[in-house]
């Protein structure tokens, strides 16, 4: 079945930066786009970013743009965030979820905490 | 990128039907065929419910149900039982490979 964990979630201080990643099972990794949510602490969903199934397109949040990098490694079946000039509202659950054709997210990871705090 | 309207909370007794409303934009809902719903319990990773109008995923009760009139779209659970008491979220794909979310609906079964 279709697994998705991610990890590299913490604390870390603001301004400064963060990878997640995301592995993936249960499904043929290179032939769906990726997405990565997130929700802030008693706040609701927020979509981040997204990339297509081979990496070549990569869109954005305005929240986020120009500080968050999506990318993949079809070969480790890995997704991953960059998140750079983190901010204390960035503070939130990170999910990685798969696309279906149509790129609606589907099946969802359990999530990893990020904290921004000094 | 404005988030889609969903009512803070909605209540119903078992066996009662509910309805969900995701209000967006002419941008968004209005625009595409492209409304999913999730349903999330706490601790749990958020589960797919329906998608692209009234589509379920294997093993999804066809208790659940939605429509979309306009810029609304509507998610329906008939015969609640204890089990959907969860918060929902309805998503949007927005256009130019983007997508929104709404504020989340907190369901409690009575």
């Known amino acids: 079945q279709v697994q998705l964990v991610e990890s590299g979630g913490g604390v870390v201080q603001p301004g400064r930066s963060l990878r997640l990643s995301c592995t993936a099972s249960?499904?043929?990794?290179?032939?769906?786009?990726m997405h990565w949510v997130r929700q802030a602490p008693g706040k609701g969903l927020e979509w981040v970013a997204v990339?297509?199934?081979?990496?070549?397109?990569?869109y954005y949040a305005d929240s986020v743009k120009g500080r968050f990098t999506i990318s993949r490694d079809n070969s480790k079946n890995t997704l991953y965030l960059q998140m750079n000039s983190l901010r204390p509202e960035d503070t939130a659950v990170y999910y990685c979820?798969?696309?279906?054709?149509?790129?609606?997210?589907?099946?969802w990871g359990q999530g990893t905490l990020v904290t921004v705090s000094s | 990128q404005s988030a889609l309207t969903q009512p803070a909370s909605v209540s119903g007794s078992p066996g009662q039907s509910i309805t969900i409303s995701c209000t967006g934009t002419s941008s968004d809902v209005g625009s595409y065929n492209l409304v999913s719903w999730y349903q999330l319990h706490p601790g749990q990773a958020p589960k797919l419910v329906i998608y692209e109008g009234s589509k379920r995923p294997s093993g999804v009760s066809n208790r659940f149900s939605d429509s979309k009139s306009g810029n609304t779209a509507s998610l329906t659970i008939s015969g609640l039982q204890a089990e959907d008491e969860a918060d929902y979220y309805c998503c949007s794909y927005a256009g130019s490979s983007t997508w929104v979310f709404g504020g989340g609906t907190k369901l409690t079964v009575l």
């Open positions: 979820t798969k696309g279906m054709t149509s790129v609606t997210p589907d099946y």
């Open positions: 249960g499904f043929t990794f290179s032939s769906y786009g």
């Open positions: 990339i297509s199934y081979d990496g070549s397109n990569k």
